[in-house]
């Protein structure tokens, strides 16, 4: 038999000859990547395969109340991570809803020529408004000088008390 090139790690195998369309090796990585592509596929094609899935988790959850929570509170690591990845998820959510939104706000331009952006807004596209936090800064008016000059202003010889 001829060798071939696994789909995923791109190494060549020894097809099985009792499987002669074979396009994965055998290394467990590229076969749990295969079953979770082929399971990808069954689940936005075939209906009533989604529907026997969520019942089989309908069903676990039932005769395991209370496993999540016990597992929340044995692994504070995961719940951490878990909290992280979906204030990631939700934002990515957010800079999709704005990907190619036509619509502009009057942006007024700074004086001091600065513009602060989100660090997600490098992900949108020909898109106009972003969500960002904006600090608004007001300069103070200029000082108003003294009545008297300073010494450095006077011209030598003339006191301005004596003038005039």
């Not at 290394?27 to 899935?53: F, I, N």
């Not at 209370?66 to 957010?94: F, I, L, M, T």
């Not at 999709?96 to 949108?124: C, F, M, Q, T, V």
Request: proline share 5%.
């Amino acid at each position: 038999m001829d060798d071939r090139r696994c789909r995923f790690c791109q190494n060549t195998f020894q097809p099985s000859k009792y499987q002669l369309r074979q396009t994965v090796c055998s290394e467990p990585s590229c076969q749990r990547q295969r079953r979770s592509e082929y399971r990808q596929r069954k689940l936005s094609a075939d209906a009533e395969y989604r529907q026997v899935c969520r019942d089989s988790s309908r069903k676990w959850r039932a005769a395991h109340p209370g496993y999540w929570r016990q597992y929340r509170e044995q692994n504070p690591a995961a719940v951490y991570r878990n909290r992280e990845q979906q204030q990631s998820r939700d934002h990515k959510r957010r800079l999709r809803h704005l990907a190619n939104n036509p619509s502009a706000w009057d942006l007024k331009r700074s004086a001091a020529s600065i513009w602060l952006l989100d660090s997600g807004a490098e992900n949108l596209a020909n898109n106009n408004p972003a969500s960002a936090q904006v600090w608004i800064i007001e300069t103070l008016p200029p000082r108003k000088e003294a009545a008297s000059a300073s010494c450095q202003q006077q011209r030598a010889g003339f006191d301005s008390a004596s003038v005039g």
